[in-house]
T-cell receptor
Framework: AQKVTQAQTEISVVEKEDVTLDCVYE???????LFWYKQPPSGELVFLIR??????QNEISGRYSWNFQKSTSSFNFTITASQVVDSAVYFC???????????FGDGTTLTVKP | DTGVSQDPRHKITKRGQNVTFRCDPI?????LYWYRQTLGQGPEFLTY????????KSRLLSNRFSAERPKGSFSTLEIQRTEQGDSAMYLC????????????FGPGTRLTVL
């Protein structure tokens, strides 16, 4: 069975601080995909990134970066120089395939204060 | 707007009533997923369709729940004899089974059972 754990329920930072959201996963599959989604107050899940289990390269996209470490089954997400608009619930998810059903963590609520 | 749409966005009903939600996927997507998200938790998989065929159902989908996708386009999710525990956000996602696409989520239908 697959499982995703986001140990941080809530994080509060002041604008311009860096913040890291943790994600630890469990799976027996040798091939799998990891995702991060953002859910703003409007409720719609916004896709941020997908990473497959064979690609452990870290990725940077603007102020966002992701650190995938297979050895520790972690896929952490860092926001650099946080902004108020980053306030949202962030979900980490795991899937057997790129487009298959996903198992989600319970989310981390990020509040960025001005 | 070419994204996933869901209707209604909000539904308030009394316990014991039946409700039906609709999801319109992205037009070229042949896979459609339903998830349920309760407060403070991540989305949980309910069921998915490839074209008109319902290929998998979660054990969360009790016999009061039924989903259809009659022409392989839009899908409906019906809940019969609603219970207060059914109160949740119901999310729909669509994707293509071609290549390495990912799931695109709709805005959800928030159900409140009084």
């Amino acid at each position: 069975a697959q499982k995703v754990t986001q140990a941080q329920t809530e994080i509060s930072v002041v604008e311009k601080e860096d913040v890291t959201l943790d994600c630890v996963y469990e799976t027996r599959d040798t091939t799998y995909y990891l995702f991060w989604y953002k859910q703003p107050p409007s409720g719609e899940l916004v896709f941020l990134i997908r990473r497959n289990s064979f690609d452990e390269q870290n990725e940077i996209s603007g102020r966002y970066s992701w650190n995938f470490q297979k050895s520790t089954s972690s896929f952490n997400f860092t926001i650099t120089a946080s902004q108020v608009v980053d306030s949202a619930v962030y979900f980490c998810a795991l899937s057997e395939t790129a487009a298959g059903k996903s198992t989600f963590g319970d989310g981390t609520t990020l509040t960025v204060k001005p | 707007d070419t994204g996933v749409s869901q209707d209604p966005r909000h539904k308030i009903t009394k316990r014991g009533q039946n409700v039906t939600f609709r999801c319109d996927p992205i037009s070229e997507h042949n896979r459609l997923y339903w998830y349920r998200q309760t407060l403070g938790q991540g989305p949980e998989f309910l069921t998915y369709f490839q074209n008109e065929a319902q290929l998998e159902k979660s054990r969360l989908l009790s016999n009061r729940f039924s989903a259809e996708r009659p022409k392989g386009s839009f899908s409906t999710l019906e809940i019969q004899r609603t219970e207060q525990g059914d109160s949740a956000m119901y999310l729909c996602a669509s994707t293509s089974s071609q290549g390495a696409d990912t799931q695109y989520f709709g805005p959800g239908t928030r159900l409140t059972v009084l």
